[in-house]
């Protein structure tokens, strides 16, 4: 690279935060440069054991760490002389890393390597893109992987008028790239090519997707977008998510693209992921499903093991008490089970909601009902609303986590109990998040009326509103105004 998005000031000011070890979530660069919720760009992805990595382009290191955790060895190049000293500083005594100071497009790696990481580059990069791809390749071993991330010029989210680094001005998109534009560049030199469609921004993203798993019809309650450049918005861009799922344009239209090149096919591929960066470490565990017919749950930092190890011994509990559940298996940092073919609960009561079918949807809160009431004893004492105590409540006995089958509702995701909850709390949950996957189910069956299906009062709503929340501000533990300490 021949030039420095950041002027020498801004530099200066990323490294004393990095020095002091503290740094708002606010600041658009340095959540960049320096958070580790830039990791989810790949800490989904299939990594090799005992690879060797080859990073280009490493800024401040907010990758580096990532793929020295899953590699054998990194050598990372960044010409900008104060990034690397910061980059070394950050990960000194590190042996299985190499930084070298040096132009990426006179830079000769003296060996191949297994996998190349080009992540946020090209957007700055001063030279011909294809000619960059063409050299890099010809440093790749045999079975090596090309992984090319680039902001997408067509992006959803540039469409409402939303701005960053490289794109200061609305709808100004020219120093962005597009998906044919990557055809182009790498086309000529890889017969294996897949794009993952990430989103909804490279700072924060929350989900992955691809051609061969995409929403049935909403993305709106996982992705959830959010404005770091204070930018002209003529839009929400989640308003215009569902149109993107019904016109099959996601592909075409997603913020950010993850481009895997090969000259073969890969042993294991990803075709969707749910990340979880947002919930802190000890809940940082992304959902992974792949094409081979499974599906992981993985612990990305060893303080989430223990709540995934309780999540499958909650599921082992419910299905001891006869309700079906997910089949899950710990090995090692992650929970592998079965693809489960069913239908998701919540699609099932959309397609019901666009039939008309108002008593099959009660009947589901109805089953959803009796579950909860036999997946725990139950107390003899009643809450002020006269729902009885359960035991140990497992409150994520919602739509969102279950599939439905002939068989019944199979549950997954248990991550959370409560003692001595409310049956109703747990309805409460059932209906507020089904409404919000769902709101034209509102339309069949306003809200109200479910409320008084489920025997939610007003004032048990209200209060199992307020527990909601709380319950929120626990479990979710970062805000745009908190000062988070850096990973290094």
Known sequence: MTGDSLHTSENERIIRMMHEGTWEMSDPSAAYHLSDFRHALLNWYPFAQDITVLELGTG????????????????????????????????????HLCVYEADIRTFIPVKTYDCIVITDL?????GDPAELIRRYTGYLKENGTLLL?????????????????????????????????????????????????????????????????????TMRDRIIPVDYFHSPLTMNEGDLYDELIRDHTLGEYCNYYLLE??????????????????????????????????????????????????????????RKRGLLTVPQTMHDNSAVM?????????????????????????????QMERNIRQSSEVTEE?????????????????????????????YYDQEFTEEKCPVGYIMFRAVFYTYIHIPELGQLIPQAEMRKYCSL?????????????????????????????IRR
């Open 122 to 126: 090209l957007e700055e990069y001063a």
């Open 261 to 318: 090149c090969r000259h073969s096919t890969p042993e294991r591929q990803v075709i969707t992921a749910s990340l979880s960066m947002d919930r802190g470490r000890d809940r940082a565990i992304p959902t992974i499903l792949y094409a081979d017919g499974t599906a992981e749950k993985k612990a990305l930092y060893p303080e989430a093991v223990t709540v995934l190890q309780r999540s499958c011994t909650n599921l082992e509990e419910l």
């Open 457 to 485: 009062g007003e004032e048990a709503w209200n209060e199992y509103m307020s527990h909601e929340m709380a319950f929120l501000d626990r479990v979710r533990s970062w805000n745009f105004t908190d000062r988070i300490r």
């Open 149 to 217: 991330g680039f902001r997408n010029r067509n992006g959803v989210k540039y469409r409402c008028g939303a701005l960053d680094e490289y794109v200061t001005e609305a709808s100004d998109t020219s120093r962005l790239y597009s998906r044919e534009d990557a055809d182009r560049i790498t086309q000529p030199y890889y017969a294996y090519r897949k794009y993952y469609y990430l989103m909804p921004d490279v700072r924060f993203l929350q989900g992955v997707y691809t051609d061969q798993y995409l929403p049935k019809y």
């Open 338 to 366: 079965p693809l489960i073919k069913e239908q998701q609960l919540t699609d099932c009561i959309q397609d019901l909601c666009q039939e008309g079918q108002r008593e099959a949807i009660l009947q589901i809160f109805t």
């Open 60 to 95: 401040f290191g907010a990758m580096t760490g990532l793929l020295l955790e899953r590699s054998e060895h990194v050598d990372t190049v960044e010409i900008d002389k104060e990034r690397v000293q910061a980059v070394r500083e950050r990960f000194a005594g590190n042996d």
């Open 382 to 410: 009643y809450d002020r609303f006269g729902s009885p105590l359960l035991v140990k409540g497992y409150i994520d006995m919602i739509p969102y986590n279950a599939f439905i089958s002939q068989a019944g509702i199979r």
